[in-house]
Every structure is written in structure tokens, then in C-alpha cells.
């Protein structure tokens, strides 16, 4: 749903997990900041806290943005989504169905690893040790893409 055309955009996936120390949250919203400055198109699930609060430095900008939903898509939009689709900044993309209602581990597994695929780089805030972004990374690292972790 939304602008398809933003998918021939250079994109930067956003990966972080749900808890994080407090100091890279900070230095989080910098870099959303800084791609919001750079009119970069990031590519996210915006799901954790840490994610929407990306999203919200993000939409306040002009550039393109990719939802990348663990789940079908919604029937209705946030205002702030709204307006971005309405702007043609917004794409939301998914693999799943309508019929897929609730975002379970191995659908955000499934999300992140499409967002991994369609992304020339990967930024990382963080990734708790032994957890699910970890372990994408470690797989993802042999495919040569660029990432980056604070």
C-alpha cells in the first residue's frame, strides 16, 4: 500500500531490539535524525518503542519511508501514516496476507529478513545478545551487506 515507487529507492533497514540500554536510545534518535536531515529512506517494522519513536523524527521530515509490517496490512492508519501516504512518502509492505492478524516471533523474523533483502545497509542500535536480531545479523553478514551497530 502506498508510493511502490520508493522501493527503487537506496534504502537503510532499522533494526533494534525491544529493550535496550538507556545511552543508545539517545544516540538513536541522533541518527534518525541525521537520515532525516540526509532525506535517507529507512526501512523499518516500527514496531518497538524504540522504532516508533523513529518513525515520529522520521515522518517530520520529506523523505520516503518503508512500514515493513510482521503481519497483513492494517485496515486503518495512524494520522502521521496517514499523511505520509497521503504525501506519497509512505509505502507499507508486507509478506503475509490479510489473514495474518498478530505479529508472532517467526513473522517479525520473516519481516526483518525481507527488510535485510531489500536494504543496501543495515543499521543495528542494538541487538541483545543471543536474541532474534542477532542471530539475523550473523546470517545476513555473509552476504557482504554494510552493517552498522552503535
Same mark, same amino acid.
Given at each position: 500500500?502506498?508510493?511502490?515507487?520508493?522501493?527503487?529507492?537506496?534504502?537503510? !533497514?532499522?533494526?533494534?531490539?525491544?529493550?535496550?540500554?538507556?545511552?543508545?536510545?539517545?544516540?538513536?534518535?541522533?541518527?534518525?535524525?541525521?537520515?532525516?536531515?540526509?532525506?535517507?529512506?529507512?526501512?523499518?517494522?516500527?514496531? $518497538?518503542?524504540?522504532?516508533?519513536?523513529? =518513525?515520529?523524527?522520521?515522518?517530520?521530515?520529506?523523505?520516503?519511508?518503508?512500514?515493513?509490517?510482521?503481519?497483513?496490512?492494517?485496515?486503518?492508519?495512524?494520522?502521521?501514516?496517514?499523511?505520509?501516504?497521503?504525501?506519497?512518502?509512505?509505502?507499507?509492505?508486507?509478506?503475509?496476507?490479510?489473514?495474518?492478524?498478530?505479529?508472532?516471533?517467526?513473522?517479525?523474523?520473516?519481516?526483518?529478513? =525481507?527488510?535485510?533483502? =531489500?536494504?543496501?545497509?543495515?543499521?543495528? !542500535?542494538? !541487538? $541483545?545478545?543471543?536474541?532474534?536480531?542477532?542471530? =539475523?545479523?550473523?546470517?545476513?553478514?555473509?552476504?557482504?551487506?554494510?552493517?552498522?551497530?552503535?
Amino acid at each position: 500500500m502506498g508510493n511502490k515507487q520508493i522501493l527503487k529507492n537506496y534504502k537503510i !533497514a532499522f533494526l533494534c531490539s525491544r529493550k535496550c540500554p538507556s545511552d543508545i536510545i539517545l544516540k538513536t534518535y541522533d541518527w534518525a535524525i541525521e537520515q532525516r536531515e540526509k532525506g535517507n529512506c529507512v526501512i523499518s517494522g516500527f514496531h $518497538s518503542k524504540i522504532e516508533k519513536d523513529v =518513525l515520529h523524527y522520521l515522518l517530520k521530515g520529506t523523505q520516503s519511508v518503508i512500514l515493513a509490517l510482521a503481519r497483513g496490512l492494517k485496515k486503518r492508519l495512524e494520522p502521521g501514516l496517514e499523511e505520509a501516504l497521503n504525501k506519497n512518502r509512505l509505502l507499507l509492505i508486507t509478506p503475509f496476507g490479510r489473514e495474518v492478524e498478530r505479529v508472532t516471533t517467526e513473522t517479525a523474523n520473516q519481516r526483518n529478513r =525481507l527488510m535485510a533483502e =531489500l536494504a543496501g545497509e543495515i543499521f543495528v !542500535a542494538y !541487538a $541483545s545478545q543471543g536474541g532474534n536480531i542477532e542471530k =539475523l545479523i550473523a546470517d545476513i553478514s555473509r552476504t557482504g551487506k554494510n552493517n552498522f551497530i552503535l
